[in-house]
């Protein structure tokens, strides 16, 4: 018997995985390997394709700052940080000061107009409207984050200002910061909505019975119980849209004008960071000047302010966390 086995065994034109007893469990060594050279490619992959990010960071902070160091050697930093004239394009007086002003006062109202709208859009949802009625809202909301904003700009010269601005102002210019503000707002209110509306779902269904339970209504629910337990989510989604508008370009430059003012007037122009940058790019300047090299120490501000708010908000952000189980 032993020696029929093994002349079988051993037997031309049989493999060894043919002889093995059939209950017997066989190893695929080829494609074992097979998959984990696959899989260590894939993990590779993600890993580059990850880090393509990083770098593309990395190579924008280094440009900004080699540029801006080059512009800082001809303008004093400290003139350029508190000085209170900017008339750049004339290669005379560079102090950022009302361009961060107008910066600031188009961050201001849009966010006086979103992130109230956008949290009682998402209350609505979230609380008050019926299944049908929320899958066909926030898809219709979100529409408005996929219009250009070039459209919202024009938008806001040539219905807000003529129809809802100057009727009621009448000291209302053809360019004011209101208006932009007002279409920068219009802008980001789908992403407070959407965001909020998201975290909002996320609260345990527990939490809304049990205020139930204890006789609250739908409204002292939604507020003292659904909003404290979103606030971080709530939270990000303000800071994002906040990031958003003050680094809005092209609603600025149509609707806001291009004259820099230290205190701005809302019913006047203002000239921001971004629309100082797009008029210079637009326009003759020689490379290696002043007014060249500006841009950067223009876009390196703009860069670290919205740095400072995201280091900020993921501060607020871990503070306010809840981790539900």
Do not use: H
Request: proline residues 6%; charged residues 15%.
């Amino acid at each position: 018997m032993r020696n029929g086995l093994v002349g079988q065994a051993a037997a031309p034109g049989i493999s060894p995985l043919a002889a093995a007893p059939p209950n017997e469990p066989v190893l695929d060594l080829r494609g074992a390997k097979s998959r984990k050279l696959s899989e260590r490619l894939i993990g590779v992959f993600l890993f580059l394709c990850g880090s393509l990010s990083i770098v593309t960071t990395i190579g924008i902070v280094f440009v900004l700052i080699v540029e801006a160091v080059r512009f800082f050697r001809l303008v004093s930093p400290i003139d350029f940080y508190t000085g209170t004239e900017w008339t750049a394009l004339f290669d005379r007086e560079f102090g950022v000061l009302p361009l961060v002003s107008g910066t600031l006062l188009i961050a201001v109202i849009s966010m006086a107009v979103a992130l109230p709208l956008g949290l009682m859009s998402a209350i609505f949802m979230s609380e008050y409207a019926p299944e049908r009625a929320r899958m066909v809202l926030k898809p219709t909301l979100e529409i408005l984050a996929g219009v250009p904003t070039i459209v919202y700009g024009f938008f806001a010269l040539t219905f807000i200002t003529p129809n809802l601005l100057q009727p009621i102002f009448p000291q209302t210019d053809v360019f004011n910061a209101l208006s932009a503000g007002i279409a920068v707002g219009i802008m980001i209110l789908p992403m407070v909505a959407s965001l909020s509306e998201d975290a909002m779902g996320a609260v345990p269904r527990a939490l809304r019975e049990g205020a139930y339970a204890l006789g609250a209504t739908k409204l002292e629910v939604s507020t003292r119980i659904v909003v404290p337990a979103a606030l971080s989510g709530i939270f990000a989604s303000f800071v994002l849209a906040i990031s958003r508008a003050v680094g809005e370009t092209m609603i600025v430059v149509v609707a806001a004008g291009a004259r820099p003012n230290l205190v701005p007037d809302p019913f006047g122009q203002i000239q921001a960071m971004t629309s100082y940058i797009v008029a210079v790019i637009s326009g003759d300047t020689s490379v290696g000047g002043r007014v060249y090299l500006s841009l950067f120490a223009v876009g390196a501000t703009l860069f670290v302010m919205t740095l400072l708010l995201n280091i900020v908000s993921q501060g607020m952000v871990a503070r306010f966390r809840e981790v539900y189980q």
